[in-house]
């Protein structure tokens, strides 16, 4: 009975480390392709490189270089620098296979954009 008594102890603190908001963020978790209808981003831990798939215009180029990234909440705040050399911050939420960028009032005020894995 002790047995499988540690044994879900042990489970359970397994389980609330793993969902726990802190597990979650992590630059880690970006790296990677992520797509919608308008937009794919792909995240390596130097840089996010955007391709637009309805031949939309991007104002700040193709590709930007990560300069930073911290927790925030429940959000990863991810800090880049366009091709001019001006800072901008976006915070990204992941969930499973889903990423949600969230709206930006401030800086380079983007909509809230959702994305999911792709190949």
Same mark, same amino acid.
């Given at each position: 009975?002790?047995?499988?008594? @540690?044994?879900?102890?042990?489970?359970?603190?397994?389980?609330?480390?793993?969902? &726990?908001?802190?597990?979650?963020?992590?630059?880690?978790?970006?790296?990677?392709?992520?797509? @919608?209808?308008?937009?794919?981003? %792909?995240?390596?831990?130097?840089?996010?490189?955007?391709?637009?798939?309805?031949?939309? @215009?991007? &104002?700040?180029?193709?590709?930007?270089?990560?300069?930073? *990234?911290?927790?925030?909440? %429940?959000?990863?705040?991810?800090?880049? %620098?366009? *091709?001019?050399?001006?800072?901008?911050? &976006?915070?990204?939420?992941?969930?499973? @296979?889903?990423?949600?960028?969230?709206?930006? *009032?401030?800086?380079?005020?983007?909509?809230?954009?959702?994305?999911?894995?792709?190949?």
């Amino acid at each position: 009975m002790t047995r499988h008594r @540690n044994l879900l102890l042990v489970a359970l603190a397994a389980s609330l480390f793993l969902c &726990s908001p802190a597990a979650a963020q992590s630059l880690d978790q970006l790296i990677g392709r992520w797509c @919608n209808d308008a937009l794919e981003y %792909r995240f390596t831990r130097e840089q996010i490189t955007v391709t637009p798939l309805q031949g939309q @215009n991007l &104002s700040h180029g193709t590709a930007v270089e990560i300069v930073g *990234s911290e927790p925030v909440g %429940r959000a990863i705040r991810v800090q880049w %620098r366009d *091709s001019t050399g001006k800072e901008f911050r &976006s915070d990204f939420e992941v969930h499973g @296979n889903e990423l949600v960028q969230l709206q930006q *009032s401030s800086g380079d005020k983007g909509p809230r954009r959702v994305f999911h894995r792709c190949g």
